[in-house]
């Protein structure tokens, strides 16, 4: 099978869909790669590559430049997905919700409710997220437990290159409005990618790896960073199961609960804030199903609870890594 | 063969190196074909490699833990009178010949339009033979026994129409898909061929070994759709499972052992059936293709070279036929659950049939 990038498998998914469907349209800042800058049209396929050669196949008329307003260009994305489009919108760095979240919580995410289910929003915002860039705390926030949060909004964050092309075509294709998040930091990763079109549903965890001893539950970046932590142990003898819920909206409690009763032992890893974040949840949910079979308290492997730094030395310090991965790993196996 | 290097084998496209688990077998214990001599575990599998040959384990050379590449020799089979300069002759070769084996590749071919993907392996003066897997299954299924097959000659694992690597699309009639692959066989392999099958490939197979006469040099089906009537139930739960878990169930009626469906195989099985259209096309082969396989088959026996007919003992997709060589601790893929007397038991085929 084709080995791919994670940015290859993003790109190959736009165009298998805008190939496939002619509502899917393209909207974002310097989606068409370079126009207005260099001169060149889709010199460089947007900030991070993925939009490559869109333009050239499919014109201006469904790759759309947009001004530096998010307020303006998301909100007209829900707007597009009422009347029939399937818009595709792009901020650049998560961050940047901060700006255009009434377009997002207030208006994409109510539509079909306020409208007694007469309306649909198959919109899609991508935006990259997490740190390991250097690029401070205004570019690096993991956010998506802010979307999680948010009644209506589905929210995706893939963490394998054949994941995030299944996954990036099941949110085009889903009906409800769908926030997709990329780590900036997986966009080189390879893996195998099937050239076909397919989809990856929403709500199925994804079981990386099976051992009795402990299970990790990851997400994104962390995932890999699990499967590190989890190599290490299995030279000390512990066997990790590890599983990636890969939506954290609608979330797969079914297969964390099945995996946290057949070990009784669990670590999350999560590069979210720790507060009301990814892995709270997963603990609460935990905690409530499945507590009569835990061996060890529920161990969560987060930043601290401050902004993202920007100095190497401190960011890399913030993030989990896969020693202290494997570090409460090993504490919840001896406890 | 006085001295015989045992190697690392290649389970699949991607398996470029394995980890020993644990040696079954000890130094200086008698070794018979069949026999499990060691387990070897893989990023994506764990399996046991079976003996092929016959012997005295003489020498482990790779250690439980520790990993060799593909091809690499682990350990050495020979006669009880081999000298120890004869042992260091053949596993000095067979680190040599590490490069060369083990290769496994992929290509395209058309079929009628449908563009087909082909994994193949070995090649040679003898006549190829052509593999043809079973519904829902793809080319991979073939990965234990295909690298053993591959001596002089080239294995060709198809993936059928709206399977595998294939493209989606095609009649989904024993006729159209004999139709699909006799296409791609004018290019695979334009002269004479080794026909082998499983299930719905062995279907297949039969049809085409009819067809195609004389240029058939052999004939093997396991389990083949058409002499036995197909459980609509495996067939039903596998069209309609979309979890991990009902998959699980699905797959468990393919196999003696349940604890041999592995996570790999349910997400791989989830992932083949979310290629756009390739549940439709599975569900339209169940209807068509294998609502009544053995319509023609009497006919198609008869005009066919006899076939060498293996089944699993504990078959419980395709009930065994009358006559077949039973494979005792296998389900519907003894390819898959006893791979090392299938593939002994094909290589004798083949060659007795040059």
Not at chain 1, 11 to 24: C, G, I
């Amino acid at each position: 099978m084709p080995q791919k990038s994670f940015r290859a498998a993003l790109n190959e998914a736009l165009h298998q869909e805008m190939a496939a469907d002619p509502r899917v349209i393209l909207m974002g800042e310097d989606v068409t790669g370079g126009v207005g800058g260099d001169g060149a049209a889709d010199a460089w396929g947007g900030a991070f590559g993925v939009s490559k050669g869109l333009l050239g196949r499919f014109g201006p008329g469904r790759v759309l430049d947009t001004p530096i307003t998010e307020s303006a260009f998301v909100g007209a994305a829900a707007g597009a997905a009422l009347t029939g489009l399937r818009p595709v919108v792009e901020i650049m760095f998560v961050d940047f919700i901060g700006v255009c979240l009434d377009q997002v919580m207030n208006q994409a995410a109510k539509f079909r409710y306020m409208f007694g289910g007469r309306a649909r929003t198959p919109m899609v915002l991508r935006a990259t997220f997490g740190g390991g860039a250097r690029s401070a705390s205004q570019h690096s926030q993991a956010l998506y437990p802010l979307f999680t949060h948010i009644p209506g909004l589905k929210v995706v964050v893939p963490s394998s290159p054949a994941d995030a092309k299944g996954l990036l075509i099941n949110a085009i294709r889903d009906d409800d409005p769908v926030v997709f998040l990329e780590h900036k930091m997986l966009y080189d990763e390879t893996g195998e990618v099937p050239d076909k079109s397919y989809t990856v549903p929403f709500g199925e965890a994804r079981v990386v790896r099976e051992g009795g001893d402990a299970t990790i539950v990851a997400l994104g970046r962390m995932v890999q960073r699990a499967e590190a932590a989890a190599k290490v142990l299995a030279g000390e003898g512990i066997q990790a199961s590890i599983i990636d819920p890969r939506t954290t909206a609608p979330l797969d409690a079914d297969t964390i609960v099945e995996f946290a009763e057949e070990t009784g032992r669990v670590v999350v890893a999560d590069e979210s804030s720790p507060r009301c974040g990814f892995a709270a949840d997963v603990a609460a949910l935990i905690a409530e199903e499945a507590f009569g079979a835990l061996k060890a308290p529920i161990l969560k492997v987060t930043p601290p609870h401050t902004p993202v730094p920007y100095a190497p030395v401190l960011e890399e310090a913030y993030l989990p890594s896969a020693e202290r991965i494997a570090d409460a790993v090993r504490r919840v196996v001896r406890a | 063969m006085r001295v015989q290097a045992v190697t690392m084998p290649k389970w699949g496209m991607t398996m470029t190196e394995g980890k020993v688990g644990a040696w079954l077998k000890a130094v200086g214990d008698p070794v018979a074909p069949g026999d499990e001599l060691l387990e070897v575990e893989t990023e994506k599998i764990a399996n046991v490699v079976e003996a092929q040959g016959s012997g005295i384990l003489r020498r482990i050379l790779v250690q439980p833990g520790q990993t060799a590449a593909v091809g690499a020799p682990i350990a050495l089979l020979a006669d009880a009178d081999a000298t120890e300069a004869e042992l260091d002759a053949v596993a000095s070769e067979a680190a040599v010949a590490e490069g060369a084996a083990g290769a496994l590749r992929e290509s395209r071919v058309d079929a009628r339009g449908l563009s087909l993907n082909v994994v193949s392996a070995g090649s040679g003066e003898g006549a190829p033979l052509v593999l043809l897997h079973g519904w829902a299954s793809d080319a991979s299924a073939w990965m234990f026994v295909q690298e053993a097959l591959a001596e002089g000659r080239a294995v060709h694992a198809l993936d059928l129409p709206s399977h595998g690597a294939s493209e989606v699309g095609g009649d989904a009639s024993i006729e159209a898909l004999a139709d699909s692959i006799e296409t791609a066989l004018a290019k695979l392999a334009p002269g004479r061929l080794h026909l082998a099958g499983h299930s719905l490939g062995g279907r297949v197979a039969l049809r085409l070994a009819a067809r195609l006469g004389d240029r058939v040099a052999s004939l093997a089906l396991i389990a083949p759709a058409g002499l036995g009537a197909v459980n609509r139930g495996f067939l039903d739960g596998f069209l309609l499972a979309d979890r991990r878990k009902p998959m699980k169930e699905a797959l468990s009626l393919l196999v003696a052992d349940p604890s041999a469906v592995s996570s790999d195989m349910v997400e791989r099985s989830l992932a083949a059936k979310r290629m756009d259209g390739a549940t439709q096309a599975l569900r339209a082969l169940a209807d068509d293709a294998l609502a009544a396989p053995e319509a023609g088959v009497e006919a198609d026996l008869a005009a066919a070279p006899a076939p060498l007919l293996l089944w699993g003992a504990e078959d419980r997709v395709i009930p065994p036929a009358p006559g077949a060589t039973m494979i005792e601790g296998a389900g519907h893929m003894p390819h898959m659950e006893r791979a090392a007397e299938v593939a002994a038991r094909l290589k004798a085929h083949l060659e007795a049939h040059p």
